[in-house]
């Protein structure tokens, strides 16, 4: 390691938590700063999130950047998990991808894309009806499946609580609004804050510095105890993509909308409908599920939805994680510390 640095973090959602918990174990002596109340408070997205960890379906729309970020973030969670003081669920034993017969046209086109776009030996793996019964027996039967080998999923709430538990070396400034970053120093109000080293990790809140935008996105948890579901699920929909993650303590989170728009109000009735009844056409044992909780909120994206790391000396900015932030974050951070180095 360089000799301790004095660190100033923009941001405690999903990067800053990481940030302050790869620094702080390092040795340096770390600052985060965020107009929230308190680390449980739930305004960022990483809360939000399913924590889908899908680098091959996600080449639907994401480069082969983020593809690489996702696979060796892939391999860093389970080390990262593993050094948390708290359980955090995490699975790594591959995700579905699901159709309908009448929506084998639509599905046949991603999967040629995905097909296309995924290095030799990272292809979907269409599954016999005998092994889709094996492997999910609570998916509906007639379904066309196949295994995406290796995808996973993470419990995002107990791991932005456990991140923010277990970061050492770390003064929270919660309740403290950075109006701007500059190298080496972090405004807020007329306070000046000076650092060895600051990160930008606002998120939608890096704007105008950076031109961000929100896309929002809403989720269901249907609280399902006698429903058995290992691995994500991903329905190919001819209208729009439905996706279920089964999470502890026996819930499945139905998600998610993608709508241009920064609307936070509560989920609407027409996503209600379309998310819960593609769920249940999927897992028909979700009938007599309770929807336990909704949630709105904006994914971080700059204008191409490609993220972003720079870094210019005393400053390091990661933004636009967009719907990738959980797949990418650990590589991502990875990076942006070697830099540092
Ligand atoms: C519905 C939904 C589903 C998703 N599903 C997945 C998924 O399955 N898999 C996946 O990989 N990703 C998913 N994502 C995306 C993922 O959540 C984001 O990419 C990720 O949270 C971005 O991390 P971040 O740290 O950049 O931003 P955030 O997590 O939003 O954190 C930004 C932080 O900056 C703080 N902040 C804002 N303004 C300021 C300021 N002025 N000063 C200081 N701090 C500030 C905020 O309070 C917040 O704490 C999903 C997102 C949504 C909304």
Same mark, same amino acid.
């Given at each position: 390691?360089?000799?301790?640095?004095?660190?100033?973090?923009?941001?405690?959602?999903?990067?800053?938590?990481?940030?302050?918990?790869?620094?702080?174990? =390092? &040795?340096?002596?770390?600052?985060?700063?965020?107009? #929230?109340?308190?680390? *449980? !408070?739930?305004? +960022?997205?990483?809360? /939000?999130?399913?924590?889908?960890?899908?680098?091959?379906?996600?080449?639907?729309?994401?480069?082969?950047?983020?593809?690489?970020?996702?696979?060796?973030?892939?391999?860093?969670?389970?080390?990262?998990?593993?050094?948390?003081?708290?359980?955090?669920?995490?699975?790594?034993?591959?995700?579905?991808?699901?159709?309908?017969?009448?929506?084998?046209?639509?599905?046949?086109?991603?999967?040629?894309?995905?097909?296309?776009?995924?290095?030799?030996?990272?292809?979907?793996?269409?599954?016999?009806?005998?092994?889709?019964?094996?492997?999910?027996?609570?998916?509906?039967?007639?379904?066309?499946?196949?295994?995406? =080998? &290796?995808?996973?999923?993470?419990?995002?709430?107990? #791991?932005?609580?456990? *991140? !923010?538990?277990? +970061?050492?070396?770390? /003064?929270?400034?919660?309740?403290?609004?950075?109006?701007?970053?500059?190298?080496?120093?972090?405004?807020?109000?007329?306070?000046?804050?000076?650092?060895?080293?600051?990160?930008?990790?606002?998120g939608l809140g890096a704007r105008p510095q950076l031109p961000m935008r929100g896309v929002r996105g809403e989720i269901f948890w249907l609280h399902a105890p006698g429903v058995e579901l290992r691995r994500p699920l991903r329905l190919l929909h001819a209208r729009h993509r439905v996706y279920l993650v089964p999470r502890a303590p026996d819930l499945v989170v139905v998600g998610a909308s993608e709508i241009e728009s920064e609307d936070r109000t509560p989920v609407s009735l027409r996503t209600t409908v379309e998310l819960l009844a593609a769920a249940h056409s999927v897992v028909p044992a979700l009938a007599e599920a309770r929807i336990v909780h909704s949630e709105t909120n904006l994914r971080p994206a700059l204008p191409d939805n490609q993220p972003l790391l720079d870094v210019v000396p005393g400053c390091t900015r990661i933004n636009g994680l967009f719907r990738h932030g959980w797949l990418i974050a650990p590589a991502l951070v990875e990076e942006a510390l070697e830099s540092l180095a």
């Open positions: 390691m360089t000799k301790p640095l004095r660190i100033g973090i923009a941001g405690a959602g999903l990067l800053g938590r990481l940030l302050a918990f790869e620094l702080g174990r =390092a &040795g340096h002596d770390v600052h985060v700063h965020d107009p #929230a109340d308190g680390p *449980l !408070a739930r305004g +960022a997205a990483g809360w /939000t999130a399913a924590g889908m960890l899908s680098p091959v379906a996600e080449l639907e729309t994401a480069d082969e950047r983020v593809f690489r970020w996702g696979l060796r973030s892939l391999d860093l969670w389970p080390q990262i998990v593993a050094a948390l003081p708290q359980p955090v669920e995490l699975q790594r034993d591959g995700s579905l991808l699901l159709a309908h017969r009448e929506d084998l046209g639509a599905a046949r086109r991603l999967l040629d894309l995905l097909d296309r776009k995924a290095p030799a030996g990272h292809q979907a793996e269409s599954l016999p009806s005998e092994a889709l019964r094996e492997l999910e027996p609570s998916v509906r039967p007639g379904l066309q499946a196949w295994l995406l =080998a &290796g995808e996973g999923r993470i419990h995002t709430v107990q #791991a932005m609580e456990a *991140l !923010a538990a277990a +970061a050492t070396n770390t /003064t929270w400034h919660w309740t403290s609004r950075v109006d701007s970053v500059e190298p080496q120093r972090l405004v807020t109000g007329s306070a000046r804050h000076d650092y060895d080293w600051v990160f930008d990790v606002r």
